[in-house]
């Protein structure tokens, strides 16, 4: 059952908050999952690392009852996530906990519940105090789901369900079933399993029973093997998805289990590259982290699907789940979506890496972070990871870490010549620590490879490390694939993590033994961030609202296979360059308002074969893309208010057009939501993009207008963001200016059906509203 409602918090530490009698009447009610780190207030006191926010002690508090029908069940909580060093009480008793804040994990409370009328009181103390703990924003709280598990004594252990497909062809698959059965109770129970397999449609197609007998108090794994007749293959265009019923009796006792899985087979070669289904693929992938800008960590299954979805848009068809396991919900939209996915578990071993306090490789770093738990739960977390996520047909790859052997960040080692610190930890620790999460990762799953996301790959075949990997993954060394595949023949290589600049990816394109790469990164994220105010970095094809930058067009432009045509523009001369850290803005912006009698550079991606340029309906020539200059057709051109519009043509047929146009005056707000129908459910959203709109509705691309927000009606506002990297204004408040005029605003739903209206209103321009309904 959903466990994410009516929980009481408070902020600070409180010595008895694990007990029932405890007074918690002042403190905050709220629903999971919550993240105070962006509640704030931001600052410079805290580090740039973490995105400049606040850590501390947190504590939970949940009161329950439980009916009297439950006393002969098992009773568990499990937890999605907690940032972090987590503590879990159940009516006074510790029950568990996990010092990493991105493990899924869950407590028994069996032996300590009351049932009827008596209260129940389920207490999480967060520990995260040491708030410079991460390089990236990290968020503090229980900000993924929670949920309550009743089971009879004997059932099906939590995750014990594992699918793989190692015959899928178009004519038939064999479906491969492990199910593993516990039995809590004093006796040896004979066990019957009954595994389902059901159609994309949801029809039954194929059924299997085993009947065995499991001795008291032990674990077993029943194997199945099921065929079905003409699959319906997963793959990124078709990402058709089946579903495991597995059902369990033992006398009265029973249990049932369901798991999604996909059809599909992967093979990776050293000389050709990856292959899905037998076909040759190139990896198009992007890193991201998971929070979503004023959200935090705390982000509703709806805003990662939307940003998703515009990812996928652009031509990419991969992801790396930079550099921790990310939530449930999101594996679960990439299998939905035709997404493959690296899932990563660590960005450091031990020792600590550096974690930047007042701005990017700037003055004194802290120390702090996930390798003072690394040699007690590092091997735990991993085999916690893959047993969670090894359904997921999306997941191609586990990686088992982040720039582990980045040069002395903290290991060192002769090769590295004049850059070589001897007083540094060896970098021979990389295979000591790096063996035992490989071994742990193949006892639990022998399907994908086991890779690493490499910094310095000379050091690490020096000690033997990237030998120690199934494939290996280079962060920005593309200088190295040739010599690096005549070396290493029967090494595969992939690009990790990779610059945007069209070198990068032509290493890729031209090189068939490469087998793809990961763009750094997907979109902007908090944290990793220059000196205060800036807060976040801006690597992103997307910014922290999820709007396209003129890097994703250009991305676009490589990537997609369907028409498309775009415009941006720089001051005459300007490099277009559009990354860098701390930077929200390059010099390449989608606006056509300049200064009267300059000349601007127009830049145009595509990936139609040539396009005409005009201004104010008079052309202004054709180009061809079998001439573009790193990927981008220009023009240089006087400014002239009006319309710029570029059409993409083949031959004489018209593919697609873009136009730029001069903005007047700013006269109204304008509000764009993304549905107008909610779920009842507490947990659906409406994203709306506001922008600032002079009288023919075209935005303004330098207004910073404030606007003030209001909602009326059962939904509630959660958070308003406009992608400025050094905004400070109130994440969590209800006025917001908007930047390159424009902005998001995330509206939740409560569990009251009814409309909802939605306002917004700014000094000096006309106000805006919409209406939307909320219903069960």
Known sequence: MDFDRDWKFSKGDFPA???????????????????????GPLGPEYASGTGFAPGGVGWYRKTFRLDPSAKTKLVTVEFEGIYNHAEVWINGHLVGGRPYGYTTFECDLTPHLKFGNGENVLAVRVDHSKFSDSRWYTGSGIYRDVHLRFTDKVHIAPAGVYVTTPTAQQDSAVIHIETEIRNDSDATSPVSLTSEILSPEGNIVATNTADFNVPAGTNSIIIQEISVPKPALWSMDTPNLYTLRSHTTSGDMSDESTSHFGIRTIRFDPDHGFFLNGVSTKIKGVCIHQDAGCLGVAVPEKVFERRLQILKSLGVNAIRTSHNPPAPEFLDLCDRLGLLVKDEAFDEFTPAKNKWMTGWNSALPSHYGYSE?????????VQDMVRRDRNHPSIIMWSIGNEIDYANDPFSHPVLGNQYHPENPRAENLVKLGAPLVKAVKEFDRTRPVTAALATVAMSDGV????????????YQETRYADDHAKHPRRVIFGSENHQDLGAWRAVETNDYICGQFLWTGIDYLGEAGQWPNHANGAGLLDLCGFK???????????STQPMVYLCVSPRGGSGNQG????RRSRTEESWNWSSNSTVTVRCYTTCPEVELSLNGKSLGTNH?????????????PFEPGTLTATGRDGNKTLGEFSLKTAGPAQRIELVPDTTQLAADGKDVCQVEFRVVDAAGVRLPEAANEVSFSADGPAQIIGVENGNLSSTDDYKGTKFHAFQGRGLL??????????????????????ASISLESRK
């Open 373 to 381: 738990d690394f040699l007690e739960w590092s091997v735990r977390d």
């Open 549 to 559: 930058k003129p890097l994703a067009w250009f991305r676009q432009s490589l990537w």
């Open 746 to 767: 995330i509206l939740q739903s409560t569990l009251t059906n009814g409309p909802i209206t939605l306002k917004a209103e700014s000094d000096g321009l006309a106000p």
């Open 464 to 475: 033997g490390f990237a030998d120690l990997l199934d494939i290996d993954g280079y962060n």
């Open 17 to 39: 908050a694990m007990m029932p009698r405890f007074d918690d009447s002042n403190w905050r009610a709220l629903n999971l999952p919550h993240d105070w780190g962006i509640e």
């Open 625 to 637: 893309l079998a001439d573009a200059v790193d990927g981008a057709l220009s023009w240089e051109v």
């Open 580 to 583: 860098g850290f701390g930077r």
